[in-house]
């Protein structure tokens, strides 16, 4: 695509505009009065001068002559048209050319100028076409900013996403809260959205919030606003996200950082719907969806007095489990270009694809920052690329991890899952039942895992 007219001339940069016309005379006023309105101009004599340096420049508007010594407008048009569909075009056309003028607006010009060329008119239709040109791209934004927030949360095939999908849409229109467990990167505020669009509360506001690092008195704030003067610098009444999500849906990224003084106020919104603004007697009621989530594993956090038991067991009512990339190598080649089709949309690119040694490098490395390692990998590679095709040397990542560390990682992975069964088990006092719902897997699963890992298990 051609550069970011918004720059413009209040910008980085004034718009390039391409003077394509053989009259040396003709592109030379038109190119003083551009200049002097405040664009760069270039100019050309010919088809063949034009492709050269719409190639090398990319002018944000091309204006050319009905009929040129080597073609005519239609011809250039359609190999403007090869490397930049969206850069815009404007005709110059005398009386007799007027019929070509009009099939070139069938090709894709904008719009065409009788000769001789009238200075204010031409002005304002330079203006007016690149304009337009502006508000198509902005929009392009927009739909590209929409289709990633409406990411699908479930791309690939394999068995483990496959799982995920099924249980969430179950689950997508309860107003029971929801907590998503994930390593970092696996997309769990994707997963959020997509509950949120296809739940009952699809109508109303979705808001999210990363509880990570926050101090106590700003996420009180954000949570549950303050009056004016509740503290100091507290110089007007704000609302807090509780109110604005009324009826809606809040999502809570990393509800393990929550400051334990936070959180008996953040139940008593799930269990009585009320709340009051810091520095307010007042109650208010309101009534959201709650989808937490956290890389964190809450009951070991609870186990340390670092969150609280009655508010984990408030929210992990369902718990829904992304499978970490690794788990499942299978997704790894189709999810990469699903991302690289995103990627090169929003870069304005033409397709992009992946070398036969690229696909097989992707498939064969570990991904510890999981899906949005992937994606950043595959956006340095398009941007670094020149052509369509992305090599393995452009990727840019270290290799898979030899076998020896594979199988210690491997090994590391069993211990944990046997861990967090046996911590499960002892919270919810031996009680198989509970222990799965907490875990997010069927009883029949948990039993098979604590015949594999050898786990006594005894009621208390």
Not at 380 to 397: K, P, T, V, Y
Request: glycine share 6%; charged share 30%.
């Amino acid at each position: 695509m051609s550069g970011d007219l918004e720059a413009g001339r209040d910008g980085a940069r004034a718009p390039r505009v391409l003077l394509v016309d053989a009259d040396a005379a003709l592109r030379e006023s038109l190119q003083r009065v551009l200049q002097i309105d405040g664009y760069e101009a270039a100019e050309a004599a010919s088809s063949r001068v034009a492709l050269e340096s719409f190639r090398a420049a990319r002018p944000d508007l091309t204006v050319l002559a009905a009929q040129l010594p080597d073609g005519s407008a239609i011809d250039l048009l359609r190999e403007l048209r090869k490397i930049d569909p969206a850069s815009p075009c404007i005709v110059l056309a005398r009386y007799e050319d007027l019929e070509l003028a009009a099939l070139a607006l069938q090709e894709g010009a904008e719009q065409f100028l009788t000769k001789p060329v009238q200075i204010p008119a031409f002005l304002l239709v330079v203006d007016r076409v690149l304009d337009n040109a502006r508000n198509r791209r902005r929009a392009l934004r927009e739909e590209t900013r929409s289709a990633r927030e409406r990411i699908d949360p479930f791309r690939g095939t394999g068995h483990a996403i496959r799982l995920l999908a099924e249980r969430a849409r179950r689950v997508a229109d309860a107003s029971a809260p929801i907590l998503i467990h994930g390593e970092t990167g696996t997309g769990k505020g994707i997963l959020a959205a997509w509950l949120h669009r296809n739940g009952s509360r699809s109508e109303e506001c979705f808001l999210d919030l990363n509880c990570a690092g926050l101090s106590p008195e700003f996420l009180e704030s954000e949570l549950f606003g303050h009056e004016k003067g509740a503290f100091t610098g507290a110089v007007a009444a704000k609302l807090g996200l509780l109110e604005v999500a009324h009826r809606g849906t809040l999502f809570l990224d990393e509800i393990g950082d929550v400051p334990l003084s936070v959180q008996p106020k953040l139940l008593k919104v799930l269990e009585e719907k009320k709340f009051r603004r810091l520095g307010d007697v007042r109650e208010r009621q309101v009534d959201i969806r709650l989808i937490a989530a956290s890389h964190e594993n809450l009951a070991a956090l609870v186990e340390k007095k670092r969150f609280r038991a009655d508010l984990y067991f408030r929210i992990n009512t369902v718990v829904l489990e992304i499978p970490p990339l690794r788990e499942r190598p299978e997704d790894v080649p189709d999810l990469a270009l699903s991302l690289l089709e995103d990627i090169g949309r929003e870069l304005g690119r033409d397709p992009l694809r992946l070398a036969p040694a690229s696909v097989e490098r992707l498939a064969a490395y570990a991904w510890p920052g999981n899906v949005r390692e992937l994606r950043n990998v595959l956006e340095r590679a398009a941007l670094l690329s020149h052509g369509g095709e992305i090599g393995a040397a452009e990727l840019g990542f270290e290799a898979p991890a030899t076998p020896d560390r594979a199988a210690r990682q491997d090994l590391s992975l069993l211990e944990t899952e046997k861990d967090l069964i046996r911590r499960a088990l002892r919270v919810e006092g031996g009680r198989v039942e509970k222990a799965a719902h907490s875990l997010g897997i069927s009883r029949s699963s948990l039993y098979q895992k604590i015949r594999k890992y050898g786990l006594a298990v005894s009621r208390s």
